[in-house]
């Protein structure tokens, strides 16, 4: 077996076969009509003021700043998930720019979509570190953005965990993807690395065990549900969005696993497809999402496909069908 590359490695090699620097180092004399990732990273300098200043343009070298160039990679990786495994350029399928702010607030234990763009706080060193460290974050972050420019699931309740969902799913695939893990090789979890040392935990969530990537006496436990038996009502978290997003992650986590292979070419494809192809509302609860990666897998994979059966079996698994 192939030893898989280091994230670092990675990033170089998806640097090498960019349009900024062309493998043979010979410039084509045809206009290069290849899409590229169109990045603008913003430095906030510890303020909570939005966009900041611009540091980092597409194309321009590595600065002396983690942060900046860790964002910069992490949108880069992300933005080739998309254009090489769903054929998407970028979020909106249109080309659209990648802006992200770095540096934001003091201490800011957290990132997050604003709408416009991703903000990354650089963590309180106590308990997180940088939140640009975790390529999977970036991931989730951007598919943030993907959600809101195709079917934009309603943050709250179940529509809210989808959405919250299908970013862990499109950050974990990012991760996977630079990699060029399967989906036995992954490990599934979202935000590794990102706490500090001392604090007891692996990363923010995990799809493959939800309720288990944390168990810390700051963080609390980490209180996700694998399935709907333990379906967490509250009205805190806007119904639970970052809670409940854990039994539709394991559905995936079971239908990539059970497909096997590469989680992009399978389940990750149909999940695409249901966020593209119009067929759910951004109303979408469980069950509404769920028939419509069945739906989705027939049309893509046929009626009798391993990957129509797997997804299946997974939301019945979780208990959301069945
Ligand atoms: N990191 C969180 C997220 O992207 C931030 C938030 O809930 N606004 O879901
Ligand atoms: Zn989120």
Known sequence: AQRTLTLDEAVRTSRRSSRAEPATGRRSLVPDARPAPRRTIADAQGTMRLPGTTVRREGDEPTSDVAVDEAYDGLGITWTLLHEAFG??????????????????????????????????????????????????????????????????????QPGA????????????????????????????????????????????????????????????????????????TTSDNGGVHINSGIPNHAFYLA????????????????????????????????????ATIAAAESRFGADSRERTAIGDAWDAVGVTG
């Open 162 to 233: 989808l959405n919250e969902s299908v970013a862990d799913v499109i950050g974990s695939l990012a991760k996977q993807h630079a990699l060029g893990q399967t989906a036995d090789e992954a490990d599934w979890l979202v935000g590794a690395g990102l706490f500090a040392p001392g604090v007891q935990g692996v990363a923010l969530r995990s799809l493959r065990a939800p309720g288990t990537a944390y168990d810390d006496d700051v963080l609390g436990r980490d209180p996700q549900p694998a399935t709907m038996a333990d379906y967490v009502d």
């Open 256 to 291: 990539a696993t059970a497909i096997g292979g590469r989680a992009w070419e399978g389940a990750g494809l149909v999940w695409l497809d249901v966020l593209t192809n119009g067929s759910i509302d951004a109303h979408a609860d469980f069950a509404a999402f769920a028939a």
């Open 88 to 157: 998407r350029d970028s979020l909106d399928g249109a080309g659209m720019p990648l802006l992200a702010t770095v540096h934001y607030g003091e201490a800011y234990d957290n990132a997050f979509w604003n709408g416009e763009r991703m903000v990354f706080g650089d963590g309180d060193g106590e308990v997180f570190l940088g939140f640009t460290g975790a390529v999977d974050v970036i991931g989730h972050e951007l598919a943030h953005g993907l959600v809101q420019a195709t079917t934009d699931l309603v943050y709250q309740g």
